[in-house]
């Protein structure tokens, strides 16, 4: 879609908005995604759909376009800056393009180690401040949604680091992502997710990256011979809104939205862990890649490998940034 098809949804999007929203007249809010319904993010949209719903009475209505349906990665984004949707939850990966670098954080290789210690920092003082950076770029942050952590994928088996050596790898709109490929010499491409399958399957890229669930949804284990279980990086979203459109709903609206989001967002990281956990045993059950578990020598190899991606990046991401992220994941453990 171009920016000035955009632009004319986006014209009708505010016409609707005018007069009080009642159960004839609902207020309409377009939630577009790039993953499958059976996903996390998936199902914490459509939970989010049920509950603001219910909790407004019927005067807002939820439609949520998942599978890259409405908008791709990039337009997405777009649209939402310019009213056409009104929330999306795009991944920490793909705020970088829109000037917003410190998400990237979440890329570094290993920075988070499980799930526990990923919430000190969403649920905490440095997860609010952070979410309150869309509001420079015309967004709202709301909340912080799982997906999980990443496995390595491929055509040939991937152990140690040399054997990404001269492979191209698609990755997500990640400037720390870009580092992490390079360092294992390996050749990074961005692609919308919505193209990932077919780049695999045609050869236009070797591998790639993501989570089980991602992987079984896109079918990319049909096209991938190996894949290694390393969990290396995690996948989580910023459920993000149009903060013109936010902040113009009537206060009482805004709060039932609320309610229902913090009950989505508790709802879907809840179930987060369990769905990549069957998602993995399903790709196994399929029998059309083999998995590998490295070794934990492999491990520390590839680990030290990525390494460098911390300075690298420090002046993209913010050295501060980093550092206390770091000592927020850590804390508490020694
Ligand atoms: C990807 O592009 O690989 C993921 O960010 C897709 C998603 O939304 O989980």
């Given amino acids: 879609m171009t920016k000035r098809m955009i632009a004319a949804v986006a014209a009708l999007g505010l016409l609707a908005l005018t007069g009080p929203a009642s159960a004839q007249n609902p207020i309409i809010i377009k939630f577009s995604h790039v993953v499958a319904a059976d ?33 791709k990665d990039k337009e997405e984004l777009e649209a939402l800056q310019l009213g056409a949707v009104q929330m999306l939850a795009p991944s920490n990966s793909k705020f970088g ?18 799930l526990a210690a990923l919430r000190k920092v969403t649920e905490g003082p440095l997860g609010k401040r952070m979410l309150e950076l869309m509001d420079s770029k015309g967004l709202t942050g709301l909340a912080y949604w799982d997906n999980g952590f990443k496995e390595m994928s491929a055509n040939k088996p991937l152990h140690g680091p040399a054997d990404y050596q001269g492979l191209k790898f698609r990755i ?32 236009v890229v070797d591998g790639q990256e993501n989570t ?21 990086g995690y996948i989580g979203y910023v459920v993000v809104t149009n903060k013109q459109f936010w902040d113009g709903l009537p206060a009482d609206i805004r709060g ?41 020598a492999e491990m520390a190899e590839l680990q030290k490998a990525m390494q460098p991606v911390y300075d690298e990046m420090a002046s993209r991401v ?14 508490g453990t020694n």
């Fill in 318 to 331: 913010g050295k501060d940034l980093i550092d206390e992220v770091v000592k927020t994941v850590n804390a």
């Fill in 212 to 232: 089980w669930s991602n992987i079984y949804t896109q079918k990319m284990h049909e096209v991938q011979k190996y894949i290694s279980e390393t969990n290396h």
């Fill in 39 to 71: 996903t996390p993010k998936g199902k914490a949209a459509d939970k989010f759909k049920e509950l603001a719903e219910k909790y407004t009475n019927g005067k807002v209505k939820v439609e949520v376009y998942p599978n890259s349906t409405l908008y």
């Fill in 256 to 296: 039932q939205l609320e309610k229902a989001m913090a009950e989505a967002t508790t709802y879907g990281n809840t179930i987060s862990a369990k769905e990549n956990e069957d998602a993995k045993a399903d790709i196994i059950k399929a029998k059309t890649s083999q998995i590998i578990v490295p070794t934990k």
């Fill in 172 to 203: 997500q709109s990640s400037r720390v992502l870009q580092a992490q490929f390079r360092q294992l010499g390996a050749i990074p491409q961005v692609m919308a997710f919505s193209e990932v399958y077919q780049a695999l399957q045609t050869g």
């Fill in 97 to 114: 393009p829109l000037g917003i670098k410190e998400f990237e954080v979440f890329d570094l290789p290993f920075v988070i180690p499980n």
